[in-house]
């Protein structure tokens, strides 16, 4: 192997010099303050004590306690990624917890946790006067209001006496005599990391299921599992639709589209009417042009009026096609909304969705009284027969006669 020369190896102490002081600064660079919260990687347990990753060649420490269930079983293993609260730091050690209330905590400990945020574990005892009485830590009592272990407004509140759940401490004396808790924080917080997850994940275009919570004049917020959107009522229906609750219900789950996702705004728009078959591509299959047809007038405008032949497909009645001869001002005059009215269809449009209406009795151009091809052919001084007869003869040639 050939040996480097003096430059090769001051180049290498150079590189090798770069690459501790690089790592050197991120690991300095890395600090942890009590009560944040980290994703870590656990890569060993032990009888006491689970080791988890930090980054950097640093690793922390969490009780293994926190992670052994009722029955006595472990519910991790190495390689699992779980969310751990730093506690502190000593002896080169980082300590964490997953929440604090497992095994019996002094008095420090819950001041910690009321300082930094950290999750508390509690047991609801009973149910008193405006709120509970939650056992945390062990040995200490707590009160939490009814607004604080909810989101949404408990409508049993016996039912909850015995579950276990993580609290909050919001008010600490420093005694453990009066101390207040909180899930609400906790709720909350969950609520926008799986709305920012399920944000992330939606795409315009992509196919959801969600449940009507409330309605306005100008559409539905519909709930998609903790994310709200709005259903315009434009997008209801292929249809025209004057109130939306003629023809949705509170409650009611639904499969939507999403129409337009704006993550930047936190909002999103969704359509009923872009999972339905669009009447207008089967439109020439149930309407022709010269065809009869019925509609219901459902808007009235300066120039004439948008009669609904069915849900989704309109046709316009010109002003100038109304008043029977008469000239009118506005198609008002003479009709009235919801108005039923017979109608012939003048001009079709599909790729346009267009489509143009005539009153019923009113003759289409080309259907004007042209005369019968079979009727007599009146010349001065007698008869030539029907027009049939002339194409008849014209056929035969000079001198033929019909046998």
């Not at 390689?79 to 730093?86: M, R, S």
């Not at 964490?96 to 910690?112: D, M, Q, S, V, W």
């Not at 009321?114 to 508390?120: A, C, N, Q, T």
């Not at 306005?216 to 599992?225: H, N, P, T």
Request: charged content about 35%.
């Amino acid at each position: 192997m050939k040996e480097m020369n003096d430059t090769e190896k001051g180049e290498r102490k150079e590189a090798d010099f770069r690459e501790l002081l690089e790592q050197s600064l991120a690991e300095g660079q890395r600090r942890f303050r009590p009560g944040e919260k980290h994703a870590v990687r656990i890569v060993k347990i032990s009888p006491e004590w689970v080791f988890v990753d930090l980054g950097g060649k640093t690793e922390g420490i969490i009780d293994r306690s926190e992670f052994v269930g009722e029955d006595g079983g472990i519910g991790i293993r190495e390689g699992d990624t779980v969310e751990a609260y730093f506690l502190s730091s000593a002896h080169n050690e980082k300590k964490f917890t997953t929440r604090i209330g497992k095994t019996a905590a002094g008095k420090a400990h819950l001041e910690e946790a009321w300082r930094s945020r950290i999750p508390v574990e509690g047991l609801v005892e009973e149910e008193i006067k405006g709120g509970f009485s939650v056992r945390i830590a062990g040995t200490f009592r707590a009160f939490c209001p009814f607004s604080q272990m909810s989101l949404e407004r408990i409508g049993d509140p016996a039912s909850l006496v015995g579950e276990k759940h993580l609290f909050l401490l919001i008010e600490f004396d420093g005694k453990g005599r009066n101390i207040v808790v909180s899930r609400r924080p906790l709720l909350e917080a969950e609520r926008k990391e799986k709305k920012e997850a399920f944000m992330n994940a939606l795409e315009e275009g992509m196919t959801v299921r969600g449940r009507i919570v409330s309605f306005q004049k100008y559409g539905a917020f519909v709930d998609l599992g903790g994310v709200e959107g709005l259903l315009p009522i434009s997008e209801i229906s292929w249809g025209h639709v004057e109130d939306i609750r003629d023809v949705l219900t509170v409650g009611q789950e639904l499969e939507l589209q999403v129409l337009k996702l704006d993550r930047e705004k936190d909002r999103l728009s969704l359509s009923l009417r872009k999972i339905q078959p669009d009447p207008w591509f089967t439109v020439e299959q149930r309407y022709t042009e010269g065809s009869s047809c019925r509609g219901k007038v459902v808007r009235l405008a300066r120039f004439g009026a948008f009669v609904e032949l069915e849900p989704g497909i309109e046709g316009l009645l010109h002003i100038s096609r109304l008043g029977e001869g008469k000239k009118i001002k506005h198609p008002g005059d003479v009709l009235n909304k919801g108005q039923i009215l017979d109608l012939r269809i003048e001009r079709l449009d599909r790729d346009g969705r267009q489509i143009s209406l005539v009153p019923a009795e009113e003759s289409l151009p080309g259907e004007q009284d042209g005369g019968d091809y079979l009727s007599p052919v009146s010349v001065q001084g007698g008869s030539l027969g029907t027009l049939g007869d002339l194409l008849q003869r014209k056929l035969r040639g000079p001198g033929k006669s019909r046998k």
